[in-house]
């Protein structure tokens, strides 16, 4: 197994959940949203996964939807964000405001995705869930960054940070610059190159 994601997590982190895949090929972020039951939500999350993982990582498309129905049944709500590797390239299933960066000399913003400050769509609304997709094709020297709104879009361009930066650990200490929320999460990949996990 490759383990292609890292995960990073507020120390008092409440609404944020993050989760990898056995296969280490697929990962999940998900941002619960304020106002519903935060804690009932991420315990629905964690149960459904635990219950529903396979060998085979998930088809996004249907995790989503078999959520949306699961949270609306139960009154809660979640921006969410599933990233799949797909042989050379990854895929990102999105609804809501979850934000993705591109970093190779320093952190680049990846427009179209998720800047809006209050999403229009959520997992768990009385509205179908509007799925968003993007494919990205790494090249080597460049990883990206999978967050949540916990996170500056802003400040994170800011950051001091590279490729390189980004696979020699201690990821918690390099983003606090840009928390904005003690609620927040990131996923970084891809990782099977990197020398650290830490």
């Not at 999350?45 to 989503?64: D, H, K, M, R």
């Not at 993705?100 to 913003?109: A, D, F, T």
Request: aromatic residues 8%; negative net charge.
């Amino acid at each position: 197994m490759e383990l292609q994601f890292k995960n990073v997590s507020g120390k008092d982190n409440v609404g944020d959940f993050t989760w990898i895949h056995q296969s280490g090929r697929q990962a999940l972020i998900a941002d619960m949203v304020s106002g519903s039951d935060v804690h009932k939500g991420l315990d629905l999350l964690s149960s459904w996964l635990t219950v529903n993982q396979t060998n085979e990582p998930f088809n996004a498309e249907q995790v989503i939807a078999e959520l949306h129905e699961l949270f609306q049944a139960n009154h809660v709500q979640s921006t969410l964000g599933i990233i799949t590797q797909q042989h050379a390239c990854f895929e990102l299933h999105f609804v809501g405001n979850i934000r993705l960066y591109r970093v190779e000399k320093h952190v680049e913003q990846i427009k179209e995705v998720g800047d809006e400050i209050h999403p229009l769509s959520v997992v768990g609304s009385e509205y179908s869930p509007v799925i968003q997709h993007t494919v990205l094709t790494p090249e080597h020297h460049a990883k990206f960054i999978v967050t949540s709104d916990g996170l500056d879009s802003s400040l994170m361009r800011s950051l001091t940070l590279s490729s390189e930066t980004l696979s020699g650990g201690q990821l918690h200490r390099k983003l606090l610059p840009a928390v904005c929320d003690q609620d927040w999460s990131a996923l970084v990949f891809p990782m099977a190159n990197a020398q650290s996990f830490c």
